[in-house]
């Protein structure tokens, strides 16, 4: 399977962020894709500030 983040999905991501890298490699953000029936489920998660970004419902 090949998981994709669209330019809109990015968009929405780099408005969300807000939080500034805490290692050396600049690490920050982890993405889960969960396929199902009726699409993919995408999570975006801040390993700064513990937040979840879901970008299900604006693109599905």
């Known amino acids: 399977m090949k998981f994709e983040i669209t330019a809109e999905m990015e968009k929405k991501i780099k408005e969300w962020d807000s939080c500034k890298p ?35 419902e604006d693109f599905i």
């Open 22 to 56: 805490v290692d050396v490699a600049g690490a920050k953000l982890s993405y889960t894709f969960i396929p199902t029936g009726l699409g993919t489920i995408i999570h975006v998660h801040c390993d700064v500030c513990n937040r979840k970004l879901d970008l299900t």
